[in-house]
């Protein structure tokens, strides 16, 4: 029995499909190894207590160390996706976002903009604690490494399109805008879209605009978007096999796995 927890609410896993490809790709392998499944939100009352009697556990997230430590009483075949931890006998599974980072912001310097603007989101774990987002840190490493214009241009609130709405509007009452924006989620970049259409700002004629993930909506929204394609189906697909060959085999080493992300080119960006 395979064991899924995930740190998000049911109503954000269907608001993004990241989360929802995740749980995909885990579940069609336990299917096709008729590995029998306990989903579980930490949302839920007692989510611990459904846990009890599985053989391996998959975390789906962001989680304190208290919860980090009490899964590991729970069961030794345990990994972590979309969350690195600092512990060298655990596995886990990331995204590589210094590369991903680094190839959104080549494309758009590449394209002429000098003045970039950032649209982020802020976790929190279940102490309280603010998870940081490294996309922020390596956007602000990149700018000052490269001269580029960026200060009065970070925003942050939450991963969703409502969010993104509200942070452009933010962005919109600068003195000046920047000539491109990188969004930390496909949700947040359709957000901002939305605000700026409904100021009569184009995209991309006026602004370029860049999202993250490569969710399914974003390949529909008007224009379509640019983003940065994360491999979040194969995220669950991999992690899945790998707890299952934790179980099986018991290896000394623990895994820490980075999968690389790419740039997926369409019409929401132009070259100045």
């Not at 680094?102 to 649209?119: E, K, M, N, P, Q």
């Amino acid at each position: 029995t395979l064991g899924i927890v995930q740190w998000f609410s049911p109503q954000q896993e269907m608001e993004d499909n990241y989360y929802l490809l995740i749980r995909q790709g885990i579940e069609d392998f336990c299917m096709q190894n008729c590995i029998h499944v306990i989903r579980t939100y930490k949302a839920d009352v007692n989510y611990m207590d459904a846990l009890k009697n599985v053989d391996a556990l998959i975390c789906v997230g962001k989680f304190s160390k208290d919860e980090i430590s009490r899964f590991r009483t729970i069961t030794s075949s345990i990994i972590f996706l979309d969350m690195p931890v600092d512990d060298t006998t655990v596995s886990t599974i990331t995204l590589d976002f210094a590369n991903a980072m680094a190839t959104g912001l080549d494309y758009l310097t590449a394209l002429g903009h000098t003045r970039i603007g950032f649209l982020g989101g802020r976790e929190y774990l279940a102490d309280g604690k603010l998870f940081p987002d490294a996309r922020k840190a390596l956007f602000t490493d990149y700018c000052k490494a490269h001269g580029l214009d960026y200060e009065p241009y970070i925003m942050e609130e939450s991963f969703t399109i409502e969010s993104g709405y509200r942070m452009m509007n933010w962005m919109l009452k600068l003195d000046t805008l920047p000539t491109a924006i990188i969004a930390s989620s496909d949700p947040v970049a359709i957000g901002a879209l939305r605000a700026l259409a409904a100021k009569g700002i184009r995209v991309p004629d006026d602004i370029s605009l860049m999202g993250f993930d490569d969710t399914s909506l974003s390949a529909f929204t008007a224009p379509p978007l640019t983003t940065i394609h994360a491999p979040a189906y194969d995220m669950g697909n991999f992690g899945a096999n790998i707890v299952f060959n934790i179980l099986k085999n018991q290896p000394a080493t623990a895994m820490k796995i980075q999968l690389p992300c790419r740039l997926v080119e369409r019409q929401s960006c132009r070259k100045l």
